[in-house]
């Protein structure tokens, strides 16, 4: 029987022969406090153990760990946390421990620490409180996740909930039906004639997932002067800007064999996955220079592996030796260029497993709104 011929293949034992590399990973557990959050959950070394619990609290006692860390600290301060720096922390200490030094990194840049307890404060008011604004000329676009006409409803990639909750607060929002199975380049064009739709109007964008790098093309390289003086801000959702390791992974021999199967089978396009590639991706990040005046806001979870969801635990042991990553992509590829950054624990690539991520959404485009100055009239 010819595979490429047959739609009676079982896909999800080929998902197994792709996905199926399970991973060990050594739990010690911990309680802490890290920023605003407390922390309940497992890491992969008693060195990250203590690095939570005690180092950055300022709590030391064991020499032997301070030494450590004092010396990675040291070696590494000078340096952003990009994924080559990660890499070589994870080789020195283990994954969880690179993801906290990271995750406390993005803490100290660009007041992020006070930013998290606005977000905080944002996401209680929103749960007791109606919001209510009265600007006309405010506009919310989102932009949905791959495959989301399909699989939305279980992703959280439609945007279905968000979208309720934000209409109801009086902005008019509209959700730009790009092609769910669109590459980035097909993506981001769509994007901008989108934008090119509403002339005159204060545009906040929001996008997940896929739809972070078709935003970062559109928002660098699609707009006129003008069209680009109506984008005030980007709420970025884990958005994978600069690719997806492990379709690289995808690309030749017996697992591109059957990746390619499995894209024909749901009738998808090969240039979408090669167009969120690591070197196509990271070539494009590179050459891209979005508007200085855009408020940019990334949401990233904190993803350590004693939180690694059922979606995508597989895909993060896969990425494990490239370091901290969220499921999907590397944690530091997940920032975009110039902006700030929310953290959040206990969540990895796949909010949707987080039951209030609908709120933290209207959450985070409160803290985005008011940042901006737009006030709001609460419903008494």
Known sequence: MNLLH???IPLKLISLVLFGNCCMVPKHEVHARFSEYQIETTVDSELAKYYLENYIRNQKQNTEFDN??????????SQKPNRNLLKQISDKTSVDFAAIYFANQMLHEKSNESLQKKFLSNLDYVKNQKLQYKDPNLLILLVPGFDYVENGKVTGAD????????????????????????SVEENAEFIAKTISSFPKRNILMAGASSAGPAIHLALS????????????????LGGVL?????LDQFSKGIKGFLFKTIVWFKDWRIKSFQSMQTEVSRTR???????EHIYILN????????DISRFAYDKYCMMRDDGPNDGLSLLPDLVAPNSHTILAPKSDHFFAENPEIDIKTLALLKTILDHLGYKNFPIQ
Do not use: C
Not at 68 to 77: G, H, L, P, R, W
Not at 164 to 174: D, M
Not at 226 to 234: E, H, T, V
């Open 6 to 8: 047959s739609k009676l």
């Open 68 to 77: 450590t860390i004092n010396q990675i600290n040291s070696e590494f301060k």
């Open 159 to 182: 945007f279905a909930k968000p979208k309720l909750l934000l209409s109801q607060t009086g902005i008019q929002v509209h959700l730009v039906k790009i092609d769910p199975i669109g």
């Open 221 to 236: 390289e699609s707009l006129n002067r003008d069209q680009a003086k109506q984008i005030k801000a980007w709420l970025n």
């Open 242 to 246: 600069q690719g997806v390791p492990v």
């Open 285 to 291: 990040f590179s050459k891209l220079n979005l508007p």
């Open 299 to 306: 949401y990233i979870g904190m993803s350590l592996s004693g």
